[in-house]
């Protein structure tokens, strides 16, 4: 399943409202994931079954879709949000993470 | 403190071995399904590997079946990743996660794979 992100890159200002797609290949129900990757760093998952919020995550990420069309949605944007984000479908294997969406301050 | 530690990362020639090791704490390792996932230097994430948390279920992209293969020892909270018959295209970060189908909700620092002449 390939899952497509888009905009590749974006630029943005701190109290900006972003919002972020995804789009699998082939429905995946739920079974989408998001994650932020601050610069050299690991990975940390934001947002679980499409729009379940992980514990501890601050309530401006919100995510929403199902089926092949997703969206995460970053109300008010924090200086630590300028990061790289990844979509990833945990349907079915391979699981297969997007191409990454670089949110870049304006 | 729920923590993923890796190790075993190094410089490697084409074509030889290494073994990635992967220490856990803070949680109950035996509940748990486990993944690898890599990051080629400037790129995007990729999915290495899972296995469930008996060892019944495991899975591979087919770019890396006959080459890579996991494994896990509960009784020693430890993931590993065997990978054989290395390329240049196997360079990466490589992290131990946590999770399955309801996502990667623990990750470690990462471990340094480069694979060169």
């Known amino acids: 399943t390939q899952m497509t992100q888009s905009p590749s890159s974006l630029s943005a200002s701190v109290g900006d409202r972003v919002t972020i797609t995804c789009r699998a290949s082939?429905?995946?129900?739920?079974?989408l994931n998001w994650y932020r990757q601050q610069p050299g760093r690991a990975p940390e998952i934001l947002i679980y079954?499409?729009?379940t919020l992980q514990s501890g995550v601050p309530t401006r990420f919100s995510g929403s879709g199902s089926g092949t069309d997703f969206t995460l949605t970053i109300s008010s944007l924090q200086s630590e949000d300028f990061a790289t984000y990844y979509c990833q479908q945990s349907y079915r294997t391979p699981y297969t993470f997007g191409q990454g969406t670089k949110l870049e301050i304006k | 403190e729920v923590q993923l530690v890796e190790s075993g990362g190094g410089l490697v020639k084409p074509g030889g071995s290494l073994r990635l090791s992967c220490a856990a704490s803070?949680?109950?390792?035996?509940?748990?399904?486990l993944n690898w996932v890599r990051q080629a230097p400037g790129k995007g994430l990729e999915w290495v590997s899972s296995i469930s948390s008996t060892s019944e279920y495991i899975y591979y992209p087919n770019s890396m079946k006959g080459r890579f293969t996991i494994s896990r020892d509960n009784p020693k909270n430890s993931l590993y990743l065997q990978m054989n018959s290395l390329r240049a295209e196997d360079t990466a970060v490589y992290y131990c996660?946590?999770?399955?189908?309801?996502?990667?909700?623990?990750w470690g620092q990462g471990t340094t794979v480069t694979v060169s002449s």
């Open positions: 996660t946590r999770g399955d189908s309801y996502g990667m909700d623990v």
């Open positions: 803070g949680f109950t390792f035996s509940d748990f399904s």
């Open positions: 079954d499409a729009s």
């Open positions: 082939q429905t995946i129900s739920t079974y």
